[in-house]
């Protein structure tokens, strides 16, 4: 005897992961109907796939802090920029995903409207951030939605990917912020976010990044 059981009862422990194969399309859009909103499991879809992520307290705090690093850094170098979220993004029979923090950089300008993140008919987000990521479905959706810079934080280590015709290559230089020593800023930033505390933290960063000046942007790591 079967059993089914509604998706909006379904319960994941923080943490978790859940995979399903032999997901079409139109079965993604039905279960991200069906489990609504206000929900605190994430989905990702590629072709056949579908993965259902429970996210835990250790994961969202440090995708908040790169969030607040990314902003403080921009503004100080007086950049616009549109920061989305969670926001779902979309290519209908391709892929989706709901990343941790995703933002609008190059593109801000065009992004200030958007209410609907149409990818069929809108440009990527021009950054997008997740943390512990082991899936390999994440990576390939954001390959397929054409994302042009990703940054996976794990284990306390950044990784940055950056998006070519050929795929995903991962490199040590940012694309969003070539000037600075971005996978080596970022964990220690979040390591001292963490100790002391975000406005702390945040503090020392943007005091810092008044007085360097960019004269030696590594020196801005050294607290």
Same mark, same amino acid.
């Given at each position: ?86 926001? &779902?993004?979309?290519? #209908?029979?391709?892929? =989706? !995903? /709901?990343? %941790? ?7 801000? @300008? ?9 990818? &069929?008919?809108?440009? #990527?987000?021009?950054? =997008? !951030? /997740?943390? %512990? ?7 390939? @959706? ?61 503090g020392k960063l943007k005091a810092n990044l008044a ?13």
């Amino acid at each position: 005897m079967s059993v089914t059981i509604p998706l909006p009862n379904l319960q994941l422990m923080p943490g978790s992961l859940v995979s399903i194969s032999g997901i079409s399309w139109q079965d993604y859009e039905a279960i991200q109907q069906e489990l609504g909103e206000n929900r605190n499991l994430r989905l990702v879809y590629y072709p056949d796939v579908l993965e259902i992520m429970s996210p835990s307290a250790a994961h969202e705090r440090p995708h908040r802090l790169i969030a607040y690093i990314v902003t403080a850094i921009l503004e100080h170098q007086e950049r616009d920029w549109e920061d989305f979220g969670s926001t &779902t993004l979309k290519y #209908p029979e391709v892929a =989706a !995903i /709901e990343p %941790d923090t995703c933002f609008y950089i190059q593109n801000a @300008a065009c992004a200030r409207n958007f209410t609907n993140l149409d990818l &069929t008919q809108s440009p #990527p987000p021009d950054l =997008a !951030i /997740e943390c %512990d990521v082991t899936s390999k479905t994440v990576i390939k @959706a954001y390959e397929a939605l054409r994302v042009p810079e990703v940054w996976i934080y794990s284990s306390d280590k950044l990784q940055i990917f950056v998006f070519s015709e050929t795929g995903y290559e991962q490199v040590q230089n940012s694309l969003t912020f070539p000037d600075f020593p971005i996978s080596d800023l970022i964990p220690q930033l979040i390591q001292t976010g963490m100790l002391e505390g975000t406005r702390q933290m945040l503090g020392k960063l943007k005091a810092n990044l008044a007085k360097k000046q960019y004269s030696n942007p590594k020196s801005i790591v050294n607290f």
